[in-house]
């Protein structure tokens, strides 16, 4: 194969008959993307995504254990709040002392009012892409639930990383 065909795809039509002629249309193949920065990209922020996942999932148990003891004594709503608030504080430490640890040299109640305004934003999100899911695309609510959670997660990591625990 020469150096120039690699670039170009071939095509043979299925039921050519061996007395007919191919025909060959030249098709250029080029990524569409940077793999290599994407790659780039992906490397840097592999750890401290997946360390915010995990993070999130924990807070996710500390919000279900918390709203399972509060609904006994509290109207629903309220032990939701509260369930929420305790969660929240709780991913805002771990995600400081771990995922986002080299920011720790800014003042912990101006990255935590910074991490609650991500928080409710995520959570409007959620509730909206949740919304959608169930009432007009149908899906179970579980489903629907997984689905919101996994759209939300990377803009609030991204919001997080960029603006409550930048290096700035």
Do not use: K
Request: hydrophobic fraction near 55%.
């Amino acid at each position: 194969m020469a150096a120039d065909d690699r670039h170009h795809a071939v095509i043979q039509e299925p039921d050519a008959q061996p007395a007919l002629r191919t025909r060959v249309i030249a098709v250029p193949v080029a990524p569409a993307v940077d793999v290599g920065g994407l790659r780039r990209l992906v490397t840097s922020l592999g750890p401290s995504f997946t360390r915010y996942c995990i993070v999130g999932g924990s807070g996710y148990l500390v919000n279900a254990g918390v709203f399972w003891a509060a609904v006994r004594t509290l109207p629903y709503p309220v032990a939701f709040a509260l369930a929420f608030a305790v969660a929240a504080t709780s991913n805002f430490c771990l995600n400081r002392r771990w995922t986002f640890a080299s920011s720790r040299h800014r003042r912990a109640a101006h990255q935590f009012g910074r991490f609650l305004a991500v928080s409710v934003l995520a959570l409007v999100s959620d509730l909206v892409v949740l919304a959608l899911l169930v009432e007009s695309a149908l899906l179970p609510e579980l489903l629907a639930a997984l689905v919101a959670i996994a759209f939300t997660t990377p803009v609030s990591f991204g919001a997080n990383r960029l603006w409550t625990f930048s290096h700035r």
